[in-house]
């Protein structure tokens, strides 16, 4: 009896036995695996959520930017929307674009095939320029160029929309992103001698619209207003106010809203200032100004706020940060930048034409 | 009111979104922060110090649980950096590193990329 107890209890022993070293080996295992599962983890990357990629992408410079929208779907979405873009203008700091002297000569049109226009022999190949960029931050500066030519001089600038004289035979102005490097065309405003007027180019937030604004001086000395909508590409004239300018060779500055023009620069310490935009112009304003720098204002930086200066002397660059009071002389290879015309505040963005506008391939 | 997100954490024990080591980087800061508010490149100095030691990779983790603890100067710092490190990098760079996968169908990728060719230009070596 015994015996077959002891047979039976071993028998229990190996089954309990058994039972325990499989026991062990089960958890032995569960813990394996559970640190093969803790590698796994840790070697997998998280999925970051939506709003942290909104986050990091605007801080992207705008060419890396253009590569992200391949990276997948969703992030194509996020670049294209219109609250990024938007995002990414506030975040973008100005930047200087001027037209450079140097030129590159297409050699597409050969002088024995060039068609003549209007009985006249078309003697001049294409003449085009590269925009170039001046970028300013912290005492140094940065010089590039967009894959962007053009024909003519650049006459106004708007939120990193350009707007450009279109010298080929069409004619005309171009409005071009050089980031995106979208393009529209539009007709010239009321033709006269270009010292007699001016355009502008602003955001009007009133109707979501981009508007061209032109102010132009007849025979008889009248000072004539026509603005253009981007939308609607057509030219319609305004009233403004009547015989306050003298001189339209000035580029107006964009300001609260309004584009301000400087009709009269003259020996004394006021500065008249027109200004308007779309149907209303208001009177002009007088400012004083404290001529003691023999240096000129080109643009504030929009997000640091530092305003840039420009001495007419030697053609150097100075830069005064407000936070810490002190005006700072920027280093610029000089080679680099001679140029003919103005310089404009201008910055890199994805801004397509109209803000109402949505763009046609968005991926859901 | 930095920490109540913090307290959360603590008194929640199955915490998948913060491991302990992130925790021991991203804690600390909120004290740095106040200590050297006014002084900028003293803060610049210790974020460089912080980073040297993380890997790329790690960065995304941080970022998440800089984001779980309702961090905003973290969140801001971590994010700046992920940008720098993944700034004129390859696509597929950008992909490995999010440990994201192509969601395009292999037609319309094709056409992306000849449509936007030139932005490919210039990109760095992985």
Redesign the interface.
Known sequence: MDYVNGQMSMRKANLIGDKKASFLRLVEERALSKEEKKKLQDS??????K??IS???P???V??L????????P?YTIINSLKFIDDHLERSESVLIYRPDTFSVEAKLPQSESVPVLGQPNLNPTLKYYITFLEINNGRSKIGEY?VSCTGHIRAACNGLILLENKLKKGGFIVVNPVT?KLISLPMGTLCPADKESYGFAFCTFTGEYKVVHLFQDELRYIGYEILNLGTRVWRAVNGPFGLLRWLGCLPVLAIGALHWVPNIDSSDYLSILKGLGELWTKQLSIKTGCILDVVPLYSLRIKGDLVFKRDEDGSFYAYDFQLQVMRKIEIEKERLKMSGMYHPHVNSLISRSSRERSQDVFY | MKFCTVKQYFDDENNNNVTNGIATTVIPLPNKHLKIKANNKEMEQYEQELLRNVMP?EL??L??AA?YLNFKEA??FF??T??NA??????DY??K????????EPGE?EK??KE?A???E??DED
Do not use: H, M
């Open positions: 997998l990357v998280p999925y970051i959520p709003d942290c986050n990091i992408l801080r992207l410079p060419e890396s253009q590569r992200s929208r391949f990276v997948c779907k992030w894959s490097r | 990779q995304t983790k970022i998440l984001n969140l801001d994010c700046r992920v940008a993944i700034q004129n990098k390859s696509v950008v992909r590193f999010f440990g994201l996968e192509s969601d395009f990728e992306l990329c936007f030139w932005s490919f210039g990109v």
